[in-house]
């Protein structure tokens, strides 16, 4: 009996630790002259469960083929390929997720508020962007420069008032102006506790249940997506 006591606390403590862990995500975006890079990668459990996702090409191919992405994904170490994937956007498969979007918000009660209180529960940790901008002219150049200021402060002004932030961020804009430059670099890492996601998770089902139809819908649009996107490495 003493041993089953024993099994039974360091469950019970495995249990505390794994649901009071954090979910870490870094979202990474640069853009240098014509090169695109975009990235994300998810940690848990203290690092043992690591997923990264990396698009190294983002390219325009016209209207019509819409932006063409090639996606990898790597392992822990991040040094050997595990997938490979090509996949157009296209203004199709756009309005298809909006659409998507559209069903889920109907068919759950409060959506909306669901996304504000699982958002408030998110830890910005580190937050980076900072852009260099140069149109061969100083005075146009200035102009730009605060130009750029004034979207940065509306975006950032927006998006970051639903998330906590804990991290002192790093914005800047930087004029080049003896030379015509764009680029930029973009970095947010946050983190949540497994413990509220799975809240957020029992939340979701229960603000679907109160609706009509609103079970089948998510069920429907999880398997839809599952199914596009094993078309998509197919294809690929």
């Not at 940690?43 to 819409?66: D, E, H, M, N, S």
């Not at 909006?98 to 508020?113: G, I, M, P, S």
């Not at 958002?119 to 962007?129: F, G, I, N, Q, S």
């Not at 991290?167 to 004029?175: A, L, M, N, Y």
Request: with cysteine; charged share 25%; hydrophobic share 45%.
């Amino acid at each position: 009996m003493l041993w089953l006591g024993i099994v039974c606390l360091f469950i019970i403590f495995v249990i505390i630790v794994f649901l009071f862990s954090f979910i870490r995500g870094e979202f990474n975006f640069s853009r240098v002259k014509d090169n695109d890079t975009l990235s994300v990668e998810m940690r848990a459990l203290f690092g043992l469960i690591r997923y990264r996702y990396v698009i190294p090409i983002i390219q325009f191919k016209g209207f019509t083929k819409g932006i063409l992405i090639k996606s990898e994904i790597v392992t822990k170490a991040s040094s050997k390929l595990k997938d490979e994937t090509k996949d157009h956007i296209t203004k199709e498969k756009i309005l298809y997720v909006y659409n998507q979007a559209k069903e889920a918000l109907v068919h759950t009660l409060n959506l909306y508020d669901w996304t504000k209180q699982t958002l408030a529960k998110v830890e910005c940790t580190d937050l980076k962007w900072i852009t260099r901008v140069g149109v061969g002219d100083a005075p146009e150049t200035a102009i730009t420069t605060g130009a750029i200021w004034g979207i940065k402060s509306s975006l950032l002004g927006f998006s970051i008032r639903y998330v906590n932030l804990t991290g002192k961020p790093h914005i800047d804009v930087i004029p080049q102006y003896n030379e015509k430059q764009f680029s930029t670099e973009f970095r947010f890492a946050g983190r949540i506790r497994i413990w509220f996601v799975v809240v957020a998770g029992v939340r979701l089902i229960s603000r679907a249940a109160k609706v009509k139809g609103g079970i089948r819908t998510w069920i429907q649009i999880v398997l839809k997506t599952l199914k596009i996107r094993s078309r998509v490495k197919t294809a690929s």
